[in-house]
């Protein structure tokens, strides 16, 4: 029974796969005359019946039906043939055609196997919206965009990703979320949020004082090396940019809370706030000397304006931080401020020379004692003066004011396609909202009995409370609630014994979920409605009108995100002392250069070996300087080209290279592991028990850190897998744990030369990538295979790759396009089918 | 009008906590929280946990029975030395699975089962302790456990030797195959435990709502019931979590409706989000414990102060090495000084937990006598990977089934004993708990 699927599978009825450009092997290999004769040849002197190398003998496999019983073991054995790993380097290579020959043979033999064989795990089809495909549902369907699901609890993920249908369960916790954003998410798509004048209090993500070290003396040159160049000041010591998202349009007050201290005898200083890239106001900050001089006074600003519901970006910096500072400091435009006493001892009555020891009135020894340590450190600042600098302590963001509720314009146009806000009730108008509503949040066209059971409710409500939109608005929460909303199931071809194309409707789903991870908007669910989807025309011209369409955004979160594992940049925590640069503003560039990558290459319709060596990415002048490239000047990200800079591809974009490192050092051993499991295909295995970890402390002290990871590799269980992972890692040395250019680990000068397992050699990561292309097809296949887990949500079995094959083998003849690679996956069989159901 | 609300860190905000409130679900239903039934205060049950075991010489008591030494890192813990088992012989043994130590350590804690490896969707364990006592009592109480954490999870990357991350960051599982993730926002949990403050007054109001929500479960049970109708049984499975999930509310509601009806405030402040620093989150998550379990909202808890093997640095200590690396620490003392210090400060916050409970006044007595708290991690020495004498205390009296005041030790025995013996005093009579032996005895006794 369960074979039948596997039958269809490869039945002709996607027709580019039986078109005139299917890769047809080149020959027909046989176990006899290719593959055993190249084992003999190049194998048996260590793999044979006798001497059983590393517990394997060839000799043993005698047909090819050998190979068929044990694919585990073949797949290794392809793989460490293809690698170069095997033979060893200390004998002669084989002959690269026969090589060729015998792994194409033995390629050919499994997929055999694989196409006999069965599913091995069961294939859940009924998938739960995940928190993204929540949030981006309810956007596309009722214009909510406050993204209500980010208080669910975290979805588990598998597979490296959190969209797989078996690792999403429902909790009570969740059951109760989701009645309750059901609610209000109704009310706000009807009335509009639910708003009070709030005070948000944003902070800064780490304690000042860290940034700022009291009594800090600054060196002269400090003072230069800080750059002007980027306008908005956002790389300014003490600045601080946020993004909120203002609930509704209204009045609001931005308060700037400052703190930090500006040296006796200073000019005064200034305090730009921008707003969403433009300067709102300069405000002028006045030398904050408390009486004391010791204490720091926190003053604040005021901003009230207009702003327009949605997302805004506020940044606070002082751009002259170290102008107008005393002459002493040395500093750029020195003061022309005099040192004023009195303004230290201002309510010290008259006392205006911290020279005047005198004795205040009272004659209690301890304030003697405190008066004199105080004048004492007057003293030693009107001498020394000292500088911290000055510093946003918070942001708060007062508001709405002023402001008026109701729904959104977007919400209006998304609910009302009849009728119109406060609007008349009539039946007609009613059943015709309800079951628009109702087919999109469902996906698919609603029954009469379907719709009447929702018209039930409303009119409930409506008893109740008797209004049209009060009865709206339980209607969709009931749907916003209801299995059919949160749950992807195909319910025009619900699970039979046997496999069968997915219908019309569950395709339109499947490529909407893929691609936009929302619902398939009214063009889509039209063509579903036609029967049409599935003609191959149309299919394409869908796929790349949603590759094109701003929703395809949700692929490079959400994909790319977790493909290259860059969603923990935001909780990366690089150490602060050893990586004073890696600020929000640096996180935030680096996070956005590989998406901007990303998106280009999804946009722009490259050849996915561009995430190999790309010569291109896309910078802000943070970025570049970051790198250390020169002509980028401003706060706009641009392409730039790469070319000669020693940079190319994702592999050395900050972003890969700071979440494969550790917080206070490069790994050459997780960089190895993210490119073997992210570029090369060949996940490592998990590293065996008890294994000793490396000596921190000596890490750039007594050793240098390769020194240390080659002293590890000395352990024989150990080598076998770090030979191949430690030197894709020392190839990236040249970066440090935030991607920033470096010669030098500590003291000691990096090396970024390794040798592979199958003896090639390479000097540097450019070179490096050269010989990472060469595994072109190995890169397409792992791509191929994460965004078949990503769109289906579930693995893919060994049995499967041969079907992932096939989607490389056709795109590696369209110059490995992106959107080829997305058709290929879309009109596989993978794709297409829904399994048989199991038992 | 303008509301101050407590702080909110950048971060947190970026993973965007918002201002309004939810209105809490269940409140229309019923005007106010209900009162426990019973007259008597309940036994709670509550396990507390922290990674990467420990540097026993300093936390073991030098002597057996009454008026031991307190070691360095149990000295926070002296003020309960009254109110205090410390229990040494305690082991895990089904964690002793490498790879992957870390991961089956905590996924032993409370189930003494040694997971299945694998990355996958395919997780399997057993249930565990704290769900078995859900199960039985924990219809009687608003929540049937309360899961929290100081640490939120990541949501990319694998964890450990091959073991899925749902072994390192749960403690809790439901069944076999259903961890319940650990909530790490104190706002969330706040208003889990009693919505927002802003529920209508109004009576009538509030039986509106009441009615409206009615319709819409009952649509929503219906279309769920015709929908698990139309399934292949794997899908099934999925639509019958959320049935399950359904079902359990709608008990809840039943309950709530039948019950007295009491008016309760909670007696903490509404925070606002996850706060920045270590010392604030675990504060305010041990006052949501303590209310919750004051309150009779739950009886059961358990809180994770860091995932096992965390990475989590603690800077306010003086110094930024993460704590699991650490703990590998090669015999060298000055990493030894750092982890102790460490435990130290996982020590002082668990003692705010347990100081706050002495301090709840119920009945004749305090919360704290009429809880069992356990505090301890899965492995003694995680130089090694040792997972048996695991360093583990027991602190309240169990409503004077338990008699404290002692350090025991016991040859070695399954920790899953000493969860048995504990669900004992709570009315819970489970027989077999992963890999335990039997119940274990000496808790009693003087």
Not at chain 1, 215 to 237: C, F, K
Not at chain 1, 289 to 299: C, I, K, L, M, Y
Not at chain 2, 171 to 177: P, Y
């Amino acid at each position: 029974m369960k074979k039948v699927y596997w039958l269809l599978l490869f039945l002709p009825l996607l027709n580019w796969a039986d078109g005139p450009g299917a890769p047809k092997p080149a020959y027909s290999a046989d176990f006899a005359t290719s593959i055993q004769p190249f084992f003999a040849k190049n194998c048996y002197s260590c793999h044979s019946a006798k001497l059983k190398t590393g517990g394997l003998n060839l000799e043993a496999y005698v047909n090819a039906a050998s190979i068929a019983q044990e694919p585990e073991r073949f797949e290794k054995i392809l793989q460490r043939l293809k690698a170069g790993e095997m033979p060893p380097k200390t004998v002669p290579r084989p002959d690269a055609e026969e090589l060729k020959l015998a792994t194409d043979g033995i390629r050919e033999e499994l997929d055999r196997a694989y196409q006999a064989a069965k599913p091995a795990s069961p294939r859940v089809l009924a998938r739960r919206l995940n928190r993204t495909e929540y949030n981006n549902t309810v956007r596309d369907l009722l214009g909510i965009d406050s993204k209500p699901a980010r208080d669910f609890p975290q979805d588990d993920s598998a597979y490296g990703f959190d969209n797989v249908a078996q690792a999403l369960s429902v909790s009570p916790t969740l059951m109760e979320k989701y009645l309750a954003t059901a609610e209000r998410v109704a009310r706000e798509a009807l009335f509009g949020p639910t708003l009070k004048t709030e005070t948000v209090v944003f902070l800064p993500p780490v304690p000042r004082r860290m940034e700022f070290t009291n009594r800090l003396r600054v060196e002269p040159a400090a003072y230069y090396s800080m750059h002007d160049y980027d306008q908005t000041g956002l790389s300014h010591p003490g600045s601080f940019h946020l993004k909120y998202r203002f609930p509704a349009d209204g009045e609001y007050v931005i308060r700037v809370v400052g703190a930090g201290f500006r040296p006796n005898g200073s000019d005064p200083g200034r305090m730009d706030l921008w707003f969403d890239g433009k300067l709102a106001q300069s405000f002028t900050v006045e030398v904050n000397v408390e009486q004391s001089g010791f204490e720091r006074r926190p003053d604040h600003w005021d901003l009230r304006l207009r702003v327009p519901a949605g997302y805004h970006e506020i940044v606070v910096a002082y751009p002259k931080q170290y102008h107008g500072l005393p002459t002493a400091f040395g500093g750029p435009e020195p003061s022309k401020t005099a040192y004023d006493p009195c303004k230290i001892l201002g309510n010290g009555a008259g006392r205006c020379s911290a020279n005047d020891f005198n004795l205040p009135e009272e004659t209690e020894p301890e304030r003697i004692e405190r008066r004199r340590q105080q004048i004492e450190r007057l003293k030693e600042d009107e001498l020394h003066p000292r500088f911290e600098g000055m510093a946003v302590s918070e942001v708060n963001i007062i508001g709405p004011s002023d402001f008026k509720t109701g729904p959104s314009p977007e919400s209006v146009r998304k609910i009302y396609t009849c009728s119109a806000v406060n609007g008349r009730y009539t039946a007609a108008c009613e059943r015709q909202i309800v079951s628009n509503l109702a087919s999109r949040a469902y996906r698919r066209p609603v029954t009469y009995q379907g719709i009447e059971e929702l018209l039930t409710i409303a009119a409930g409500a409506r008893k109740r409370r008797g209004s049209f939109e009060e009865g709206l608005s339980l209607v969709i929460a009931s749907m916003l609630a209801s299995p059919n909303f949160l749950f992807r199931v195909d319910k025009e071809r619900p699970a039979a014994e046997a496999a069968q194309q997915a219908g019309q409707y569950e395709l339109a789903s499947r490529l909407s979920y893929f691609l936009w991870s929302s619902i398939p908007d009214q063009e889509l669910l039209r063509e579903a409605g036609k029967g049409t989807l599935r003609r191959p025309d149309v299919l394409e011209a869908q796929v790349r009108r949603m590759l094109a369409d701003s929703n395809a955004q949700a692929l490079v979160e959400s994909f790319a995100g977790q493909w290259l594992e860059t969603r923990r940049l935001e909780s990366v925590q690089p150490d602060r002392e050893r990586y004073p640069d890696f600020d929000d503003y640096l996180r935030e560039s680096i996070s956005k250069e590989t998406e901007l990558f990303f998106q280009y290459v999804m946009q722009k319709d490259q050849p996915v070996l561009d995430f190999i060596d790309g010569q291109y990415t896309f910078l802000n002048e943070r970025l570049a300087s970051h790198y250390g490239i020169l002509g980028v000047t401003g706060t706009e990200f641009r392409r730039v080209d790469l070319t000669g800079t020693g940079r190319s591809g994702i592999l050395t974009q900050a972003s890969v290279l700071t979440v494969s490192s550790y917080g206070n050092r490069t790994s050459p051993v997780l960089r190895g592991k993210w490119v073997l499991e992210n570029i090369l295909n060949a996940p490592p295995p998990p590293p065996p028990a008890n294994v000793p970890s490396l000596n921190e402390d000596a890490v750039g002290a007594t050793a240098s850190l390769r020194q240390q990871i080659e002293e590890h590799r000395k352990n024989a269980v150990c080598a076998s897998c770090h030979a191949r992972m430690d030197p894709l890692g020392f190839g990236l040395e040249n970066y440090d744990a935030v991607g920033a250019w470096r010669t030098l680990d500590g003291k000691f000068p990096i090396d970024s030369s390794g040798v592979l397992p199958n003896g090639r050699t390479f000097q540097g990561a450019a070179e490096l990538k050269t010989i990472l292309k060469e595994q072109q097809e190995a890169f397409a296949e792992g791509l191929t295979e994460k965004l078949l887990i990503y769109a289906l949500g579930r693995s893919i079995e060994r049995e499967e790759r041969a079907e992932v094959r096939r989607i490389v083998a056709r795109t590696a003849t369209d110059n490995y396009k992106f959107s080829s690679l997305i058709l290929g996956i879309v009109n596989s069989a993978l794709f297409q089918m829904n399994a048989a159901y199991e038992r | 009008m303008i509301v101050m609300q407590k702080r909110l860190s950048r971060r947190t905000f970026l993973r965007g906590v918002g201002v309004t409130v939810a209105l809490p679900w269940l409140d229309a239903m019923v005007p106010a929280f209900a009162a426990p039934a019973d007259i008597n205060p309940p036994i709670r049950l509550v396990f507390a946990y922290v990674p990467n075991g420990m540097i026993m010489d300093e936390w073991k008591p030098k002597t057996v029975g009454k008026n031991f030494e307190f070691p360095r890192i149990l000295k926070p813990l002296e003020p309960f030395r009254e109110d205090m088992l410390v229990l040494t012989g305690l082991a895990h043994r089904n964690g002793e699975i490498a790879p992957g130590d870390h991961a089956a350590a905590s996924a032993t804690y409370l189930t003494g089962v040694a997971p299945k490896r694998t990355t996958g969707a395919d997780v399997l364990l057993g249930i565990s302790a704290d769900q078995v006592a859900a199960l039985a009592i924990g219809s009687k109480t608003r929540l049937a456990s309360l899961e929290l954490g100081c640490e939120a999870s990541p949501s990319v990357g694998s964890c450990d030797g091959g073991f899925g991350c749902a072994y390192v960051n749960n403690l809790s599982w439901r069944n076999a195959t259903t961890p319940i993730a650990p909530e790490t926002n104190p706002r969330v949990v706040f208003e889990r435990l009693y919505g927002g403050l802003d529920t209508d007054p109004d009576p009538k109001v509030r039986a509106r709502l009441g009615e409206n929500r009615k319709s819409m479960l009952d649509y929503i049970m219906n279309q769920t019931e015709r929908l698990a109708g139309t399934l292949g049984p794997s899908d099934r499975r999925k639509i019958d979590e959320y049935l399950t999930s359904l079902r359990d509310i709608e008990k809840r509601i039943a309950r709530m409706e039948s019950e007295n009806q009491r008016e309760l405030t909670p007696n903490m402040e509404k925070p606002l989000g996850v706060p920045n620093g270590f010392v604030e989150h675990a504060r305010l998550m041990n006052d949501l414990l303590r209310v919750a379990l004051q309150a009779d909202l739950t009886r059961i808890g358990t809180l994770i102060y860091a995932r096992e093997s965390s990475s989590r640095a603690y800077p306010e200590l003086g110094f930024t090495d993460a704590h699991h690396p650490l703990t590998h620490h090669r015999n060298r003392e000055e990493l030894i000084e750092k982890v102790k210090k460490i435990e130290c400060h996982h020590a002082e916050q668990f003692a705010h937990l347990v100081k706050n409970l002495k301090a709840a006044k119920e009945g004749d007595g305090s919360l704290l006598d009429h809880s069992m708290v356990v505090y301890g991690s899965s492995m003694s020495d995680p130089n090694r990977h040792v997972h048996e004498d695991a360093p583990c205390v027991l602190l309240g009296r169990g409503d004077g089934s338990i008699k404290p005041g002692r350090h025991i030790i016991y040859p070695e025995t399954p920790q899953t004993n000493l969860r048995l013996a504990l669900l004992e005093r709570m009315g819970v009579h489970a027989e077999k708990l992963g890999d335990s032996t039997g119940k274990l005895d000496g808790l009693t006794d003087l």
